[in-house]
C-alpha cells in the first residue's frame, strides 16, 4: 500500500535536505548497512541524515526496522548511563549538563581530527 502524498512529501524532504550530509549518509549507508544506522543515534545531530538516506535509498521496511531496533536500544542504554553517572558524579545538576555538552562536542569532532591526523600529507 503507498501513501497518497508520501512521494510528494519525500521531495520535499529532498529539496529541504543538505545535499553533502544527505549523500555522506547513503555513502555509509551502501558500504557499512545497519552499523550506520545504529551508530547515527549516538552522533549528535547524525539520526536524521540517515534515516532520510534510508527513506531515499529505499531500504525495505524489514531492514530498517533490523537496524533501528537495536539503534533505539543503544541510544536508550547510552543516555541512562549519563543519567546515573551525571548525578553520581556531579553535585549540581548544571555540572553534568555542562559536562555532557563538552563529551558530546568531542565525541562529535574527534572523527573530523581523527581522519586528518591519519590522512598523509599531500606533496
Not at 549518509?25 to 545504529?38: D, F, P, R
Not at 532520510?52 to 531496533?69: D, H, Q
Not at 536500544?73 to 558524579?89: C, E, K, N, P, R
Request: hydrophobic content about 50%; some cysteine; proline content about 7%.
Amino acid at each position: 500500500m503507498k501513501s497518497k502524498n508520501g512521494s510528494r512529501w519525500l521531495e520535499a524532504i529532498r529539496s529541504r535536505a543538505p545535499e553533502d550530509r544527505l549523500a555522506q549518509a547513503q555513502e555509509k549507508l551502501a558500504g557499512h548497512g545497519v552499523a550506520v544506522l545504529v551508530l547515527s543515534r549516538l552522533v549528535p545531530a547524525g539520526r536524521i541524515p540517515v534515516m532520510l538516506a534510508c527513506l531515499m535509498a529505499k531500504w525495505p521496511l524489514r531492514r530498517f526496522v533490523r537496524g533501528n531496533l537495536p539503534a533505539c536500544l543503544a541510544w536508550a542504554v547510552t543516555y541512562q548511563l549519563i543519567g546515573i553517572l551525571g548525578g553520581s558524579l556531579f553535585k549540581e545538576p548544571w555540572e553534568g549538563v555542562a559536562a555532557a555538552v563538552v563529551l558530546t562536542v568531542v565525541v562529535s569532532v574527534a572523527p573530523g581530527l581523527w581522519k586528518k591526523v591519519r590522512r598523509p600529507a599531500k606533496a
